[in-house]
Nanobody, 124 residues
Framework: QVQLVESGGGLVQAGDSLRLSCAAS????????MGWFRQPPGQERKFVAG?????????YAESLEGRFTISRDSAKNTIFYLQMNSLKPEDTAVYYC????????????????WGQGTQVIVSS
């Protein structure tokens, strides 16, 4: 079983940047794609970004492309990042990383392992 641990969240002001990290341990990730999701207060969990196992392909929620960048550590296939720039109050959410079961999906149901989440709060 794979364990995922997110870190890097916090309280920032609008316009600031944050980089979230996701560390994987346990069962090797193999060729699995990885994704980031977020869940604002009182809302459903939504796709943010995904990356294939070698990092050759990425996918973003349309509204976030250009501000957010997903990447993975090229030396270790166990660390993933989400760089978030020009943060807005509407980016406030708990951010989760997850391992995809199939492909580079935007649907939470297609991910089988999740971290506990890291809180991001953006003040105006």
């Amino acid at each position: 079983q794979v364990q995922l641990v997110e870190s890097g969240g916090g309280l920032v002001q609008a316009g600031d940047s944050l980089r979230l990290s996701c560390a994987a341990s346990g069962t090797p990730l193999g060729t699995s794609a990885m994704g980031w999701f977020r869940q604002p207060p009182g809302q459903e969990r939504k796709f943010v970004a995904g990356i294939t196992h070698k990092g050759q392909n990425t996918r973003y929620a349309e509204s976030l492309e250009g501000r957010f960048t997903i990447s993975r550590d090229s030396a270790k296939n166990t660390i993933f990042y989400l760089q978030m720039n020009s943060l807005k109050p509407e980016d406030t959410a708990v951010y989760y990383c997850a391992r995809a079961r199939i492909g580079l999906s935007a649907f939470p149901a297609n991910y089988d392992s999740w971290g506990q989440g890291t809180q991001v709060i953006v003040s105006s």
